[in-house]
């Protein structure tokens, strides 16, 4: 767990520190990489990240951290990817008012793996597609719709969490940077 974190770290709390970029450049890539991160799409979302991107910098006129959003999209990955597909899934059949369509999740899984999970051996593009259909045809609609909210709340949270993170944390830099000039003063002053 210890390298996971680390590395959770490394790719996304890090390059958040490390941006010369003002806190909102960095925020909107972290709330653009959740809001993409944050749907059906694992296989495209950093081709979507791109689209995003190059129609803010060029038509909006509203950049972000491409990098930063890139990163971001990694929150759902294999380990997370079916959890969230289960609970984007749920979602959307509760907001379609199909209380009495409620699977539990190994009803969910076996769905996937009916489908999905047998087919080995094919390339990306054939996987993407075989992916694709499973997902419109078994759970469609309400996984689309269910991944709204999630991806809205996400992508907000996101971008409230890391301005604050950003703000905060270049305030603590340049407070210590400006106490340890303080106290490289008084020892120069001292041997003066």
């Given amino acids: 767990m210890t390298r996971l974190k680390r590395n959770m770290r490394y790719r996304l709390v890090i390059p958040i520190q490390r941006s010369v970029h003002p806190p909102e ?3 909107r890539g972290v709330a653009v990489g959740l809001a993409w991160g944050l749907t059906p799409t694992v296989g495209v979302q950093m081709i979507f990240v791109f689209i995003c991107w190059v129609v803010a910098r060029r038509f909006i006129r509203r950049d972000f951290s491409l ?10 990955n294999v380990i997370t990817l079916f959890p969230c597909y289960y609970l984007f899934y749920m979602t959307g059949q509760v907001m379609l008012g199909r209380f009495d369509d409620l699977s539990g999740y190994g009803e969910f899984m076996k ?6 999970a047998a087919e080995s051996g094919m390339g990306y593009w054939e996987w993407l597609w075989t ?20 991806s809205a709340l996400g992508s ?18 340049s407070r210590r940077r400006a106490e340890k000039g303080d106290a490289r003063a008084a020892t120069l002053d001292s041997r003066g």
């Fill in 131 to 150: 992916y694709t259909v499973v997902l419109i045809k078994g759970w469609g609609l309400p996984m689309l719709i269910g991944c709204l909210p999630w």
């Fill in 111 to 116: 769905l996937w793996d009916s489908n999905v």
């Fill in 67 to 76: 990098i930063i959003a890139l990163a971001w999209t990694w929150t759902t």
């Fill in 156 to 173: 907000w949270a996101g971008y409230v969490w890391s301005l604050r993170f950003v703000r905060r944390y270049r305030t603590n830099r």
């Fill in 25 to 27: 450049h960095t925020a």
